[in-house]
């Protein structure tokens, strides 16, 4: 399959492994570029310049084929050298980069110098608009289904996609909810030129999660996230456990008053325990509602070559078919 994404990144698949903190290392990207999607190593889980250098090195080791680095810049507990990051990615000769949460206008000009293709993530209309202005190559617009950070206008897919078809000129790939070769074929369907998935690729043999974590994602129905977070306008769906439903209660015991101190203890320094011990229970971290969608760990391979395979069959026999019928 080829597309505006596919030709813009030089990939076979038009599928994109969203940056994911404590899961985006090395050998997830690697795993997504062998198999012919576009990885990316998430920038801000190394915690120096120098650590990122190391990973982007090590991915390297891992595929000939290109991969990118996540960018996030949202409130975090530390205030993370973005400039040492930039660099590190330069010097390291990557050639895409996913940002996310604000807008990357202040590293634009040093990754358009580079020649690197930027891809902004974002969760509306406004702000696909924003990035494109700014010279974004490209956006992934992430609807209200998705894990991590929704945004606060609680749009799906189904109205956001082809809302941002409608106004944007650059490609932009659909995000959020994002599971299989139906969300593939909706997401083209819909003006996208591909799909960025999260949630999935941590179901995958290669991603270097406990499997405690695969096994949660396997066992949730897409009843078990929650949006948590939302008086602090910094939203975040998460799989649901004990620590989220305590955060739950703070919430809405202390309303408007609500602080982000108020809460540390469910959302800090959560990841590691999380992903690496696999201490389930350590407090909130993101998934998306797809974990309903989601009932394997298959290798990244066949977990894309399984989504290409099937597209084909939707569009030339299901789709086609209905039309000769
Ligand atoms: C565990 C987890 C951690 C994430 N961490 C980040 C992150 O650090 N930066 C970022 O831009 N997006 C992050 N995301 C969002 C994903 O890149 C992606 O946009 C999202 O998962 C898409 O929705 P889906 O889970 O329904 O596929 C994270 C998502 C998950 C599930």
């Known amino acids: 399959m080829k597309t505006r994404i596919t030709e813009m990144l030089g990939i076979q698949h038009p599928i994109i492994q969203g940056g994911m903190h404590y899961v985006g290392f090395a050998e997830l990207a690697a795993a997504v570029s062998n198999a012919g999607g576009l990885g990316v190593i998430t920038g801000l889980t190394q915690k120096t310049p120098a650590d990122l250098a190391n990973e982007i090195a090590k991915c390297r080791d891992l595929t000939d084929k290109p991969f990118g680095v996540n960018l996030t810049f949202l409130p975090t507990v530390s205030s993370p050298d973005y400039p040492g990051y930039v660099k590190a990615i330069i010097e390291g000769g990557v050639k895409v980069v996913e940002t996310a949460g604000r807008n990357p206008s202040e590293v634009m000009p040093y990754l358009k110098d580079a020649g690197i293709k930027v891809i902004h993530k974002c969760t509306s209309v406004r702000h696909s608009l924003k990035a494109q202005s ?4 490209a956006v992934s617009v992430d609807g209200f ?30 995000s959020g909810g994002m599971a299989d070769a139906r969300s593939l074929v909706a997401a083209l369907s819909m003006g996208a030129e591909g799909m960025n998935m999260g949630t999935r690729f941590i179901a995958t043999k290669e991603a270097p999660v406990h499997q405690k974590v695969k096994e949660a994602i396997v066992a949730a129905s897409e009843l078990d996230t929650r949006l948590v977070m939302r008086p602090l306008r910094n939203t975040e769906r998460v799989l649901t456990n004990a620590a989220v439903e305590r955060l739950l209660e703070k919430e809405q015991r202390l309303g408007k008053d609500l602080k982000f101190e108020d809460i540390i203890d469910e959302v800090a320094g959560v990841y590691p325990k999380i992903m690496m011990d696999g201490d389930m229970e350590a407090g909130a971290w993101s998934c998306g509602m797809v974990a309903g969608l989601i009932h394997d760990i298959p290798t990244c391979e066949e977990l894309i070559s399984g989504i290409m395979a099937e597209a084909e069959i939707i569009v030339r026999k299901r789709l086609e078919g209905m039309w000769a019928a």
């Not at 700014?134 to 190559?137: E, L, Q, S, V």
């Open 134 to 137: 700014i010279g974004c190559d």
């Open 145 to 174: 289904e998705c894990g991590g950070h929704p945004g606060e206008d609680d749009i799906p897919n189904m109205i956001l996609l082809p809302r941002a078809a409608d106004e944007l000129e650059i490609p932009f790939v659909a």
